[in-house]
């Protein structure tokens, strides 16, 4: 497959780049910076520089000519306010979504975030609250769709311990934490499987081995 995967310096997509092109799939990564693009090319993941912030529509349908698949990383990342967690959580991943369709990128993988299926309580902080905000109204964007395969994830709290290869993937999974090396893995299997398309599930770590945690998924589906 050929894979286009904005936010492509990304923790996660980092992850995802090496696993895909480590089995042979042609992987480009959308980044904002060019000094990222070193490395993207380590791994064999070709860097094309576009802000998504402010690309027109017809400059990001280009970089997703002829790809067979579309996912969404991208996100403002810890320190930024709550103003782009609108323009990057939500907006760009409309913008990228409306380009993988005018390109025919049917399958549609975006990164959400647990909690976005309901309104953030009172006591939440504001911008995380809006980070929340801005993933649900991404989330709603692309579940409309009919001309996209898409699979929302919406994992845990993120940690940067090894993978160990076992989760649990469900339409309701409780809170808690998940790897980053296990959400690349589990985007890849979720990529491999056309009966995730219109799922919206939830990820966290578990005792099921990935691809038997996505099968499962796609069984019940």
């Known amino acids: 497959m050929r894979i286009v995967i904005a936010g492509g310096h990304g923790q996660i997509a980092l992850r995802l780049e090496r696993l895909l092109t ?19 090319l380590a791994s ?19 970089h997703l000519e002829n790809a067979d698949a ?3 990383a991208a996100g403002a990342g810890p320190g930024s306010g709550a103003a782009r967690k609108e323009t ?15 390109a025919g990128a049917r399958r549609f993988l975006i990164i959400s975030s647990m909690g976005a299926s309901h309104e953030p309580p009172p006591d939440t902080d504001p911008v995380f609250a809006a980070y929340l905000r801005a993933k649900a109204a991404a989330d709603d964007d692309i579940r409309a769709r009919d001309g996209l395969d ?24 409780g809170y808690a934490e998940i790897t980053r090396d296990d959400v ?25 081995a990935v691809a038997d945690a996505v099968a499962a998924v796609a069984e019940r589906g």
């Open 88 to 102: 990057v959580d939500h907006r760009s991943a409309v913008l990228f979504a409306d380009a993988a369709e005018r």
């Open 22 to 40: 480590a089995r042979g799939d042609e992987v480009a990564g959308i980044i904002r910076k060019p000094e990222q693009a070193g490395d993207l």
């Open 184 to 208: 690349a893995a589990v985007l890849v299997a979720l990529l491999d499987e056309p009966r995730t398309a219109g799922r919206t599930l939830e990820l966290i770590n578990g005792d099921t």
């Open 44 to 62: 064999g993941t070709e860097p094309v520089v576009c802000d998504l912030e402010s690309a027109s529509l017809e400059d990001v349908v280009k």
């Open 150 to 173: 898409w699979t929302v994830l919406r994992p845990g709290r993120l940690t940067n311990d090894p993978g160990t290869g076992r989760v649990k993937l469900a339409e309701h999974t």
């Open 70 to 72: 579309a996912v969404f």
